[in-house]
């Protein structure tokens, strides 16, 4: 039973475009989610993260979007960089559980110069 | 120091030898967490220790034995593998239990053992 999905595997978007990663969860306990960026042969790199108490959370050129109530949260990258193409994977867990994060399957974006 | 490192970065193994991987940290983080890496597949988790103590165990074969030193070193011993076994096995460190509230569990990764079970 996949609790999060991503339900587009690859994404192309022009440079200097917006990028927007969509993530889906069916867990109701999920209290935090991440995203996470991994290159080919590296490890994933942390992104950025949001509570469930909030609704929006903003990093530079990142922000995620949480809908609690469509079980649903979005990654958008404003502008995209070709150094954005990578796999992006979004994760969940729940904060009174023992640090376990359920990752997404994962969305492959390609930013064209 | 906010890198997780791993070594080594590549294994290749028969299905009759013992290894083992290797992981440190020295962020002061008190989760340390292996995850299996397929091919085209999101991380899996293996096991997490917290404060050096096993805490989940998400029904790993025995073939694969974690073991935690230490604070700062996680490491997982290889026995008897299979061809199946092989993938990226990674290694992640966080803060520690949460509170709940404002805390996420942002786990930093380290770059990964890439394993090839013959």
């Known amino acids: 039973d996949q609790q999060v999905k991503q339900n587009s595997p690859s994404l192309s978007v022009q440079e200097g475009r917006i990028s927007i990663l969509n993530c889906d969860y069916t867990n109701s306990m999920f209290d935090y989610f991440l995203w996470y960026k991994k290159y080919p042969a590296e490890g994933p790199t942390f992104l950025i993260s949001i509570s469930s108490i909030k609704d929006k959370n903003e990093d530079g050129r990142f922000t995620v979007f949480l809908n609690k109530s469509a079980k649903h949260l979005s990654l958008h990258i404003v502008p995209s960089q070709p150094g954005d193409s990578a796999v992006y994977f979004c994760?969940?867990?729940?904060?009174?559980?023992?640090?376990?994060?359920?990752f997404g399957t994962g969305t492959k974006l390609q930013v064209i110069p | 120091d906010t890198e997780v490192t791993q070594t080594p970065k590549h294994l290749v193994m028969g299905m009759t030898n013992k290894k083992s991987l290797k992981c440190e940290q020295h962020m002061g983080h008190r989760a340390m967490y292996w995850y299996k890496q397929k091919a085209k597949k999101p991380p899996e988790l293996m096991f997490v220790?917290?404060?050096?103590?096993?805490?989940i165990n998400e029904s790993v074969p025995s073939r694969f034995s974690p073991e935690c030193p230490n604070s700062s070193l996680l490491n997982l011993h290889l026995h008897a593998l299979q061809p199946e076994d092989s993938a990226l096995y990674l290694c992640?460190?966080?803060?520690?239990?949460?509170?709940?509230?404002?805390?996420?569990?942002?786990?930093?990764f380290g770059p990964g053992t890439r394993l090839t079970v013959l």
């Open positions: 994760a969940a867990g729940n904060s009174g559980g023992y640090q376990k994060v359920t």
């Open positions: 992640a460190s966080s803060q520690g239990p949460l509170a709940g509230g404002l805390r996420t569990n942002e786990q930093f």
């Open positions: 220790y917290s404060y050096e103590k096993l805490s």
